[in-house]
């Protein structure tokens, strides 16, 4: 799922490209994705692209006279800039056809979970944000009580839109590890200084990862937008060595979610106990590294 940094990317460059411009026509090819009926998306041809502007996890395009088109990627959503009257495709939602450009909404997934608001005011789409802190505005003391207002693990409170906005599973390891914290330590277990440390690692990943992602994409558009990038420290190394210490990066599996870490930077080499792994082996799952490395072992004595 596109996050922060990639969602303020799509917005910067939507809105460096379309600003201005007139949104001369919009092909649907799956009614499914708009979520509203008044006004049509079919009001919005015509109209000049004021403004693009993120709520939470959202791109909303502002156009004048205001009418505002609300998108939520979702896990497998994605903007894709194409020469003028491009085809949908097989994975095509919506198309925004511009004189000199289209944009191309798809959704690689057969659970067709993206969404389309169609919104009168801004205020109806800021609306649709859960309510979260923005990371990136909070001072300390706003960011500390939205994740003490609820004892949760590090790792939900952090993905929680209702407690912080735009946070989800993959920039969350990589925060998380940035903090030298467990994801499963409890907020309400945080020190002062252990709330600071996770407020400063949080504002210094979002951002680092924003300017990352301006280098690489440059004047073009974002087109590979991922959760797994090479650069990453813990999200998606699974096994793979810890950039810090050498250990090997460990993952633990809940519902459609996972979450990665390093047991020794994070947890003092503790192993998080991973559900169904846990419910398989019972007193035989491993506690430590050393543990693990020992069940892996190919010299290990029976």
């Known amino acids: 799922m596109p996050e922060l940094p990639d969602v ?31 006004p049509p ?64 909404v798809t959704e690689a997934s057969s659970k067709k979970r993206a969404s389309l ?19 990136l505005e909070a ?15 590090l790792k939900r409170a952090l993905t929680d839109p209702r407690l912080v906005s735009g946070i989800g599973n993959a920039y969350s390891d990589e925060i998380l590890f940035r903090a030298r914290m467990s994801p499963m330590k409890r907020t309400g277990d945080l020190l002062p200084d252990e709330m600071t440390r996770l407020y400063e690692a949080t504002r210094a990943v979002l951002t680092e990862w924003i300017d990352r992602l301006r280098i690489q994409t440059g004047e073009g558009f974002p087109e590979k937008v991922t959760a797994f990038r ?37 947890t003092g080499g503790r192993l998080l106990a991973d559900r169904a792994l846990s419910r398989l082996l019972h007193a035989d799952w491993p506690k430590t590294l050393e543990e693990l490395e020992e069940i892996r072992s190919p010299h290990r004595r029976e």
Do not use: W
Request: overall charge positive; glycine content about 8%.
């Open 139 to 153: 001072t300390l003391t706003e960011f500390a009580a939205a994740l003490a207002s609820e004892n949760r693990t």
């Open 230 to 266: 090479p650069e990453m420290d813990v999200h998606g190394r699974y096994r793979r060595p810890c950039r810090v210490c050498g250990a090997p990066i460990q993952r633990i599996v809940y519902a459609e979610n996972e979450a990665n870490y390093c047991a020794s930077c994070q």
């Open 8 to 38: 303020a990317l799509y917005v910067e460059r939507l809105q460096a490209s379309f600003g201005g411009k007139v949104l001369e026509n919009v092909r649907l090819k799956s009614p499914f994705v708009v979520r509203t009926f008044e």
């Open 117 to 135: 608001h169609v919104l009168r005011t801004r205020a109806e789409a800021l609306a649709l944000g859960r309510g979260g802190v923005e990371p």
């Open 41 to 104: 998306l079919s009001s919005a041809v015509g109209r000049t692209v004021q403004s693009v502007y993120r709520v939470g996890k959202r791109i909303v395009l502002e156009l004048e006279p205001e009418l505002h088109l609300a998108f939520h990627l979702m896990i497998a959503g994605r903007f894709h800039l194409r020469k003028p009257g491009a085809a949908l495709g097989k994975i095509g939602l919506v198309a925004l056809d511009f004189a000199d450009a289209t944009v191309l």
